[in-house]
């Protein structure tokens, strides 16, 4: 077929496109629609607590903004990765963000240990989180493959990382307001392991997930 017949039996057969919301929007959309699950988990399930707690304490203060950069971060650079051709420079911010939370916990880890010595590393099963992080991460995470379904999602892997990574930033940040007060290695494995964990299976789920099926009525 010659190329200008081509041209004009796809511009006879093409639909009407609607642009889809610019990564940004998209982004700032699942954080609005997220934070308030958080806020409802923590009241119910923790009760009545002293904000002032939290931001009375600056290295607090400190992570749960670290917490929050890197999801809505991390959630910006996975609607950019849907982006065919978009800037992947975006990529490195979550990571950024992220290295700001290590550093500020691992801060702390050291401190306990040149204080307390070995006891300073003890570890335990932190079950007062798993209630709290199986009731806020589920509903998030849902919303947002959901909206990165509507992209092109033409590298899920990336995708998924990225995304897991921008859930798993958003759990922290209400798992965090359970252990006011506590910066000690609990923290370090089971909260940092929780981004891994997320990281890790989202990187072996992309591929299943965010199978590009070409929408007809979206472009990313």
């Not at 939290?54 to 959630?75: K, Q």
């Not at 306990?112 to 006891?119: E, I, K, S, V």
């Not at 570890?123 to 007062?128: A, E, N, P, T």
Request: hydrophobic share 60%; proline share 7%; with cysteine.
């Amino acid at each position: 077929m010659k190329t200008d017949d081509l041209i004009d039996e796809l511009s006879e057969r093409a639909g009407p496109v609607k642009p889809l919301p610019p990564p940004w929007m998209r982004a700032a959309l699942w954080l609005v629609l997220g934070l308030p699950i958080v806020v409802a988990v923590i009241v119910v399930h923790k009760g009545a607590f002293d904000p002032v707690m939290i931001t009375g304490d600056a290295r607090m203060v400190v992570e749960e903004l670290a917490l929050l950069v890197t999801a809505a971060s991390a959630a910006l650079a996975a609607f950019q990765s849907t982006v065919p051709g978009a800037s992947r420079r975006w990529f490195w911010v979550p990571f950024a963000a992220l290295a700001l939370w290590l550093a500020t916990v691992g801060q702390a880890c050291v401190e306990d240990f040149l204080r307390l010595g070995l006891d300073g590393l003890s570890i335990r099963l932190d079950s007062d989180c798993v209630v709290p992080l199986l009731l806020i991460g589920p509903l998030p995470a849902a919303m947002l493959v959901v909206m990165l379904r509507r992209g092109a999602p033409l590298a899920p892997r990336l995708t998924f990382v990225l995304a897991g990574i921008a859930v798993a930033a958003l759990a922290n940040t209400g798992l965090r307001v359970f252990h006011v007060g506590d910066v000690s290695i609990m923290v370090l494995v089971w909260h940092v392991g929780l981004v891994a964990v997320f990281a890790c299976v989202a990187a072996w789920l992309g591929p299943i997930a965010l199978r590009w099926r070409h929408p007809a009525n979206a472009i990313a």
